[in-house]
C-alpha cells in the first residue's frame, strides 16, 4: 500500500502565494508518476499538473506561468509551487501517485491509484 500525505494548504489573497508539499511512503517507487487535481465545490475534480519519474513536468493550461511542480525522488515528495494565487485557484488540492500511468493518460484522475486526504486552499481578500 502507499500513503500520500499533503500539506502547505492555507488561506492566502489573491495574487500571493502557497507552496504545497506531498509526501509517498509505504511501498513507493522512483517510476511513480506523481500529479496535483484539485476539486472546487460542486466542480469536478480538476487535473493541476505532473511529474514524471524522469522529471518531466506537465501543467494544466489554466495554472501555466504561475505554477511550477518539482520532485525530490530520494524522499518520496513533490511539489507545487503557486503564484499568483486569484479566486479561482480555491479548491481542495489532491496529490495523487501511479506507476503503471501512461502519459496520454496522465490528465485523468480515473487512472490513478493512490490518493492523499487533500488540503485546503483559499485565495480571498
Known amino acids: 500500500q502507499v500513503q500520500l500525505v499533503e500539506s502547505g494548504g492555507g488561506s492566502v489573497q489573491p495574487g500571493g502565494s502557497l507552496r504545497l508539499s506531498c509526501a509517498a511512503s509505504g511501498r513507493t517507487s522512483s517510476r511513480f508518476v506523481m500529479a496535483w487535481f484539485r476539486q472546487a465545490p460542486e466542480k469536478e475534480r480538476e487535473f493541476v499538473g505532473a511529474v514524471t519519474d524522469s522529471g518531466r513536468t506537465y501543467l494544466a493550461d489554466s495554472v501555466k506561468g504561475r505554477f511550477t511542480l518539482s520532485r525530490d525522488k530520494t524522499k518520496n515528495m513533490v511539489f507545487l509551487q503557486m503564484d499568483s494565487l486569484n479566486s479561482e485557484d480555491t479548491a481542495v488540492y489532491y496529490c495523487?501517485?501511479?506507476?503503471?500511468?501512461?502519459?496520454?493518460?496522465?490528465?485523468?484522475?480515473?487512472?490513478?491509484?493512490?490518493w492523499g486526504q487533500g488540503t485546503q486552499v483559499t485565495v480571498s481578500s
Open positions: 495523487a501517485a501511479d506507476q503503471s500511468i501512461v502519459l496520454s493518460s496522465i490528465r485523468f484522475s480515473r487512472n490513478y491509484d493512490y
